[in-house]
């Protein structure tokens, strides 16, 4: 069983950034794409963004990109997303997902983390 723990989350003004981190157990971490869904307060769950095992492939929602970066350390077991521009409606919990299947990424990823909460302020 794949298990995955957020961090990094936290209240920050707008303009401002943020990295959240996501550890990984359970599974050869380099056999796993990542990625993170967020869901605000109302509204349902985004999917943000997703990263390939090895790390040669991501991808971005348009939502976010050109503010946010997705990343892996593979040694580490760790993957990554910086945050960055900040914005009052990036305000939502972040979830760490993880699936074998990269075509899954978007829409239905098997693992999930608990959330960490962004708090964006304007």
């Known amino acids: 069983q794949v298990q995955l723990i957020e961090s990094g989350g936290g209240l920050v003004q707008a303009g401002g950034s943020l990295k959240l981190s996501c550890a990984a157990s359970?599974?050869?971490?380099?056999?796993?794409?990542m990625g993170w869904f967020r869901q605000a307060p109302g509204k349902d769950r985004e999917f943000v963004a997703f990263i390939s095992g090895s790390g040669g492939i991501t991808y971005i929602a348009d939502s976010v990109k050109g503010r946010f970066t997705i990343s892996r350390d593979n040694p580490k077991n760790t993957m990554y997303l910086q945050m960055n521009s900040l914005k009052p409606e990036d305000t939502a919990t972040y979830y760490c997902?993880?699936?074998?299947?990269?075509?899954?990424?978007?829409?239905?990823?098997?693992?999930w983390g608990k959330g960490t909460l962004v708090t964006v302020s304007s």
């Open positions: 997902t993880a699936d074998r299947a990269l075509v899954d990424m978007r829409t239905r990823p098997d693992h």
């Open positions: 359970g599974r050869t971490f380099s056999t796993l794409a």
